[in-house]
Every structure is written in C-alpha cells, then in structure tokens.
C-alpha cells in the first residue's frame, strides 16, 4: 500500500502546476483523498479533499477559487490542479487517504505519501 505525490517544481507567480497522487496496492475508489502543505517553519495544512463520491472540500481558504481536486479512476490517481499560484503557495505537498469521507480533523488521514516540493519564485 502506497501513495505517491509527483508534480511538483518550480513556478513563477500566476503560473500553474498539476500535482498527482497516485496509489499502489489499493484502489482510491473507496476513500477521500486529501492534500495537505507544508511550509519551512510551518506546521502542516489542509488545503482540499475530494470525498469517495468526488465532493469537494476546501480546507485552505486562500486555495478557493485557485485550486481545485479531481480523480481518474482508471489510473487511480488524484490531481490537484493549482492556477494563479503565489509565492506562499511554496511548500511540500502531501497526499494522503480516509475512508471514505473527508474529515473536518486532519488526524483522521491515515496513509501518507511522500511529498513533493513546490517552489512558486520569479
């Protein structure tokens, strides 16, 4: 059972960036899928979750209107599609899974991926 974040690099501000998040040895089907960053000195952030049924849930107010949160079911892979990105959007990014809603407390995420860094610079 894995999750593995991928997409990440570096952006100007008001570029974009699609992040993936892929699994292996399970299938996303059945569970919400949330993304999460974190900032150098920060603590760790919800920013949007995508339930089992593909409802979205924003945790990060600044991300509203600039993200938003998809899934394939055929590659069993969820995107986070982030436009008109700003330099604090700079962090790693993380995924990670709950059965089968998203959840208002973050603690109830129970399988991580590895994150990927974002880095939105001139």
């Known amino acids: 059972v894995q999750l593995q974040a991928s997409g990440g690099g570096l952006v100007q501000p008001g570029g974009s960036l699609t992040l993936s998040c892929a699994a292996s040895?399970?299938?996303?089907?059945?569970?919400?899928i949330g993304w999460f960053r974190q900032a150098p000195g920060k603590e760790r952030e919800g920013v949007l979750c995508?339930?089992?049924?593909?409802?979205?849930?924003y945790y990060a107010d600044s991300v509203k209107g600039r993200f938003t949160i998809s899934r394939d079911k055929a590659k069993n892979t969820v995107y986070l599609q982030m436009n008109s990105l700003r330099p604090e959007d700079t962090a790693v990014y993380y995924c990670?899974?709950?059965?089968?809603?998203?959840?208002?407390?973050?603690?109830?995420?129970?399988?991580w991926g590895q994150g990927t860094q974002v880095t939105v610079s001139s």
């Open positions: 990670a899974t709950v059965p089968p809603e998203c959840p208002d407390s973050l603690d109830e995420y129970d399988s």
């Open positions: 040895g399970f299938t996303l089907d059945y569970y919400a």
């Open positions: 995508i339930s089992s049924s593909d409802r979205s849930t």
